[in-house]
């Protein structure tokens, strides 16, 4: 297959459904040698702030030598960025072979009576087989979903698990209450690794203490208070840690949380014997690259992207958007996911708007229709209008905001693609 096929392929793989548990990739895996027990890992869940970690680590990795591969979904922007050695991506060629060997055993299983293995499962298998190709040294891993059972975690050589923010989110499939969510995310606890965890709320940290004591374990808690920012603009904050000063380009009100947690694991790599030093962690941090976190995507007028899909990052953004933009009018473009809590979304954050545009993601089936979007949002807001395109949003309210409004564009970070062609496409009309 070359890269296209390859991508069709997994497209196509869409309409087999799925199985609960790992014994279906423990069976692929196995039939393509294990490759990723060849490996050693990083390996990140947690509700919100998996991304911003994972930028941050992979960063600072980048300026030391070692060979680190990164694997994280959704893909935002490109989808070979899903998978990346020292921050580049994949070539399609390198995509192409590898996923046609993982299709193989694949369509093998499925003749002999097994469930074809699903998208993500192919895709997390090609990852594996992919960094094991190329000899990384280390690989950073972002669970796709919860943590026991998610596809990543057949892995058995953890060096760190990282668990960053948990709240509530994806309930159908973890749990219905924080303490179970808390749970399933820590099954990516395992015997010898090291824990760095976030400061969360009582009821999730003592699900996380209670995996970490049946494994021996004490884990490391980041808090955000243990930096003290310095400077607060809105393209980089500035904070002391310990004896130096860090200056870090994404911003927003969890990054000093996100960035602690980046920085007790780097120390813990440090104790494990990984030769990091200070001034790559200074270097690493400053040149971080995240996109759809509390981006600008737009100068004039200035259009935000943010990918807040649920109450707790609905919540940071709101903190974000009022330690910024206090009396500037802001313009909302929200598109969700349907099996999100929306409500409680729109809830928190259409009090802040001048005026709201809602949208649908295109070519995903849980995209919530614009229309249903914008009804959802009358109930807070009364200036609120469904748009037919991202195109037309993107149009309509970086119209309406002019040169002293905000354009704040969030809900999801599926549709960040998009929006980034939108503007584009805005800048060369403008350009005409």
Same mark, same amino acid.
């Given at each position: 297959m070359d890269y296209q096929q390859s991508r069709e392929y997994l497209r196509q793989a869409q309409t087999y459904g799925s199985v609960l548990g790992l014994d279906n990739m423990r069976e692929m895996m196995k039939r393509l040698g294990n490759p990723q027990?060849?490996?050693?890992? !990083?390996?990140?869940? $947690?509700?919100?702030?998996?991304?911003?970690?994972?930028?941050?680590?992979?960063?600072?990795?980048?300026?030391?030598?070692?060979?680190?591969?990164?694997?994280?979904?959704?893909?935002? *922007?490109?989808?070979?960025?899903?998978?990346?050695?020292?921050?580049?991506? !994949? &070539?399609?060629?390198?995509?192409?072979?590898?996923? &046609?060997?993982?299709?193989?055993?694949?369509?093998? +299983?499925?003749?002999?009576?097994?469930?074809?293995?699903?998208?993500?499962?192919?895709?997390?298998?090609?990852? *594996?087989?992919?960094?094991?190709?190329?000899?990384?040294?280390?690989?950073? =891993?972002?669970?796709? +979903?919860?943590?026991?059972?998610?596809?990543?975690?057949? !892995?058995?050589?953890?060096?760190v698990a990282v668990l960053t923010s948990i709240s509530m989110d994806h309930m159908a499939f973890l749990g219905n209450t924080l303490g179970e969510i808390a749970a399933c995310k820590a099954g990516i606890i395992k015997e010898g690794c090291r824990v760095v965890a976030a400061e969360q709320k009582p009821e999730a940290m003592e699900k996380i203490r209670e995996v970490c004591e049946r494994f021996h374990i004490i884990p490391v808690v980041s808090s955000p208070e243990? %930096?003290?920012?310095?400077?607060?603009? +809105?393209?980089?904050?500035?904070?002391?840690? %310990?004896?130096?000063?860090?200056?870090?380009?994404?911003? %927003?009100?969890?990054? +000093?949380e996100n960035v602690m947690v980046a920085l007790h694991t780097l120390e813990v790599l440090i104790q494990n014997g990984y030769n990091i030093?200070?001034?790559?962690?200074?270097? %690493?941090?400053?040149?971080?690259?995240?996109?759809?976190?509390f981006t600008a995507l737009l100068s004039e007028p =200035?259009?935000?992207?943010? $990918?807040?899909?649920?109450?707790?990052?609905a919540g940071k953004l709101?903190? &974000?958007?009022?330690?910024?933009?206090?009396?500037?009018?802001?313009?909302?473009i929200i598109g969700m996911f349907r099996d999100k809590d929306y409500e409680s979304v729109l809830k928190m954050t259409a009090p802040l708007a001048k005026e709201i545009m809602t949208i649908q993601t295109s070519g995903n089936p849980r995209a919530l229709p614009a229309e249903e979007l914008a009804q959802a949002a009358r109930k807070y807001h009364s200036h609120v209008e469904p748009a037919k395109s991202i195109e037309e949003a993107v149009e309509k309210m970086t119209e309406k905001a002019e040169k002293e409004g905000v354009v704040v564009a969030f809900g999801s970070l599926s549709f960040m693609r998009e929006l980034a062609e939108a503007i584009e496409k805005r800048k060369d009309n403008a350009e005409k």
């Open positions: 027990d060849q490996l050693k890992y !990083i390996h990140v869940a $947690g509700t919100n702030g998996k991304g911003s970690v994972l930028a941050y680590l992979s960063s600072v990795l980048a300026q030391t030598g070692y060979r680190v591969g990164r694997y994280v979904s959704p893909a935002i *922007f490109s989808y070979r960025e899903q998978f990346e050695i020292n921050q580049k991506p !994949i &070539s399609r060629e390198a995509f192409a072979r590898c996923l &046609s060997k993982v299709a193989q055993v694949a369509d093998a +299983m499925e003749k002999e009576g097994k469930p074809h293995p699903t998208p993500f499962e192919m895709e997390t298998a090609t990852a *594996f087989f992919y960094f094991a190709e190329e000899n990384c040294d280390l690989v950073l =891993l972002e669970t796709g +979903m919860g943590g026991l059972t998610d596809a990543t975690n057949i !892995i058995r050589t953890t060096e243990e %930096g003290r920012v310095t400077e607060n603009e +809105m393209d980089h904050m500035t904070f002391e840690y %310990g004896e130096r000063s860090y200056t870090i380009p994404l911003t %927003g009100a969890c990054q +000093m030093t200070p001034a790559q962690i200074e270097k %690493g941090l400053e040149n971080t690259r995240w996109k759809g976190r =200035l259009l935000i992207a943010d $990918g807040a899909h649920n109450p707790d990052a709101v903190q &974000s958007l009022k330690m910024y933009f206090q009396g500037k009018d802001l313009y909302f």
